[in-house]
């Protein structure tokens, strides 16, 4: 059994030890390193998909009317939405004004939730004219776009929080 003193001398702590013993504690402390840094990998590549959860009370309007099935998700970035409209998904970048489509073969649905990596996003949006957006009231942020020069509208109402921030 390997035994391991310390004492201080000069205040610097030295270790007397067999020499089994230190190599059995390297060892030891390399497995751990190996452990932590394979997990971080594991970690790194599942970390590039992310988690995009529903905008509770939201409003989407396609031409002025409710489309049949339609859903919002947000991430941690406030400024990206992804719109489902039927089956074609949409990535809103609000600070840019910018609207891309989406392969709906990537996102991949959990739950109430589905799971998007932005590195799937496409290189160029797509073309929109007439975007709009601003705060309706005190409750609410509207975003207004329309699908090249004379195409169809999608108007989405979000909603936000007394200090203007978003609610979701």
Known sequence: MASLRYFIRDDVYVACGSLRGMMASRL???????????GLAVAALAGDKSLWKPVQFA???????????????????????????????LYLDLKEGEVYEVDPQTVKPQGDNVEWSLSDLPSDPIEISDWKMRDVGLMVRRVRFRFGKNGHYLDINLPLKPDGKPAY
């Open 28 to 38: 030891s402390s390399l497995a751990l390193l190996l452990c932590i840094g394979g």
């Open 59 to 89: 409003i989407v309007r396609f031409n002025d009317q409710a489309p049949q099935t339609w859903n919002i998700y947000h991430s941690e970035k406030r400024d990206a939405l992804l719109v489902k409209i039927w089956k074609r998904f």
